[in-house]
């Protein structure tokens, strides 16, 4: 069993940024694909943004495009979301997920239910 720590979250003005970052306690698989969702107050979880294990092909929702990057070190077993010009509809717990795959074909990165493992979650407030 994988276990996911999330960090980086925090209280932020709007137009800030932030780089949250997610910790695997160990290499449970030989490869994983990796993703961030988030969840407002009386919101389902909705994905933000996912990752393959080589790195190379990366999907983001509308909501984060051309502000933010998401990025890995399979050395370190380490995911990393950077986003910037935050705005207060970003407000929300951010979680960090796994899916024992190598990549993320036919539409799998986008839903919840495909990823069997995830942390606690990070809360990300941004004020107006």
């Known amino acids: 069993q994988v276990q996911l720590v999330e960090s980086g979250g925090g209280l932020v003005q709007a137009g800030g940024s932030l780089r949250l970052s997610c910790a695997a306690s160990r290499r449970t698989f030989s490869v994983y694909s990796m993703g961030w969702f988030h969840q407002a107050p009386g919101k389902e979880r909705e994905f933000v943004s996912a990752i393959t294990w080589s790195g190379i092909t990366t999907y983001y929702a509308d909501s984060v495009k051309g502000r933010s990057t998401i990025s890995r070190d399979n050395a370190k077993n380490e995911m990393y979301l950077q986003i910037h010009r935050l705005k207060p509809e970003d407000t929300a717990v951010y979680y960090c997920?796994?899916?024992?795959?190598?990549?993320?074909?036919?539409?799998?990165?986008?839903?919840?239910?495909?990823?069997?493992?995830w942390g606690q979650g990070t809360q990300v407030t941004v004020s107006s």
């Open positions: 997920a796994v899916r024992p795959t190598q990549d993320l074909r036919g539409g799998y990165y986008s839903a919840p239910d495909n990823y069997p493992y």
